[in-house]
């Protein structure tokens, strides 16, 4: 006789809450980066993209900062096939054209090696990471989307996800100061003096 499944315990309420806004701040940042790729919003991109890493990196110390979450089965169930992100990658390498790929150390604590990086693969791989885990957590796998999360957080997406934030803070800066001084002069006067 097959054996039967065994019934999921029950979760713990904070556990659940954090599973809950993880699975929504997962969506917002997989709604941002497709609107991102899109080009729906060109002068805002920079902007938003900077937004969305920021907060779901956010989301990522809070997974980071609880306890191992430990899935209540031993394997993990098949969730389906992953995410086709060949789109959103291209959407984003086109968004950023120019400005995609940038310098990369392999390890910044344990070696000065120089690799270099891109924007684009760095937010299809927190896409993918978070698109997973969202699966499990739609399935009703809650806890099985939470541990993935947080093994992904400190595995991987992590470490992307803030070296993309890196990369757009960088750029972000370079707009906003390396303007011309004499425009800068003059818009602080007229700023100062109505």
Do not use: C, K
């Not at 999921?8 to 790729?37: C, G, K, N, Y």
């Not at 098949?78 to 984003?92: N, S």
């Not at 940038?102 to 927190?126: E, K, Q």
């Amino acid at each position: 006789m097959p054996e039967q499944p065994q019934p999921t315990p029950p979760i713990a309420a904070d556990v659940a809450a954090l599973a809950d806004l993880s699975a929504q701040e997962a969506r917002v940042f997989l709604e941002t980066m497709s609107e991102v790729a899109a080009g729906q919003t060109p002068e805002a991109s920079l902007a938003l993209a900077l937004l969305a890493l920021s907060q779901i990196l956010v989301t990522g110390a809070r997974l980071g900062a609880i306890e191992d979450v430990i899935p209540s089965e031993r394997y993990e169930p098949d969730g389906g096939p992953d995410a086709d992100l060949t789109g959103l990658r291209a959407g984003i390498a086109n968004t950023f054209e120019g400005l995609d790929e940038y310098a990369d150390l392999v390890d910044p604590v344990t070696s000065a090696d120089v690799t270099s990086g891109s924007l684009s693969n760095d937010i299809a791989i927190v896409a993918a990471a978070l698109d997973h885990g969202l699966r499990h957590y739609d399935a009703g796998r809650v806890l099985e989307g939470l541990w993935w999360w947080q093994f992904s957080y400190l595995s991987d997406w992590g470490e992307r996800a803030a070296m993309a934030l890196r990369v757009l803070h960088g750029l972000i800066s370079h707009v906003r100061l390396d303007a011309d001084e004499d425009l800068v002069a003059e818009a602080e006067f007229d700023a100062l003096h109505p």
